[in-house]
C-alpha cells in the first residue's frame, strides 16, 4: 500500500524559504508521477508542480522560477523547496502520487488533481506579511 507523508510546513515572513518533504513508501513501481498540490482557504485544490520518473519536472506559472520540485529515489522521499514566497502561497500543500502504467498504457504526467490516485494528509504553509 502506497503512503505518502508531508511534513515541513509551517508560518514564515513573505519574501522567505520553505522546504516541504514527503516520505513515500509502498511502491511496486517505478514509473510514476510525484506531485504537489496545493489548497488555499476558499479555493479549489490547484497543482503546483509534477515530476516525472525520468525527472522532467512541470511548474504552474505561480510558482515558475521561486519554487523546485525534487526527488530522492534513495531516500523515498519527494521535495518542494519554496523561496520568495507570497502570502498568496498561503495554504494545505498535498504529496500526490500516481502509477503511469495503467493497464496496457502509459500516461504522461499531468497536473490534473484527477490522475492522481494517492494522496499525503498535507501540510499547512502560512505566509504572513
Known amino acids: 500500500q502506497v503512503e505518502l507523508v508531508e511534513s515541513g510546513g509551517g508560518s514564515v515572513q513573505d519574501g522567505g524559504s520553505l522546504r516541504l518533504s514527503c516520505a513515500t513508501s509502498?511502491?511496486?513501481?517505478?514509473?510514476?508521477?510525484m506531485a504537489w498540490f496545493r489548497q488555499a482557504p476558499g479555493k479549489e485544490r490547484e497543482g503546483v508542480a509534477y515530476?516525472?520518473?525520468?525527472?522532467?519536472?512541470f511548474y504552474a506559472s505561480s510558482v515558475k522560477g521561486r519554487f523546485t520540485i525534487s526527488n530522492d529515489n534513495a531516500e523515498n522521499a519527494l521535495y518542494l523547496q519554496m523561496n520568495t514566497l507570497d502570502v498568496e502561497d498561503t495554504a494545505m500543500y498535498y504529496c500526490?502520487?500516481?502509477?503511469?502504467?495503467?493497464?496496457?498504457?502509459?500516461?504522461?504526467?499531468?497536473?490534473?488533481?484527477?490522475?492522481?490516485?494517492?494522496w499525503g494528509q498535507g501540510t499547512h504553509v502560512t505566509v504572513t506579511s
Open positions: 509502498g511502491f511496486t513501481y517505478g514509473h510514476r508521477c
Open positions: 500526490a502520487a500516481a502509477d503511469r502504467v495503467v493497464g496496457l498504457l502509459y500516461r504522461l504526467c499531468d497536473l490534473k488533481e484527477r490522475t492522481y490516485d494517492t
Open positions: 515530476i516525472d520518473n525520468h525527472g522532467t519536472t
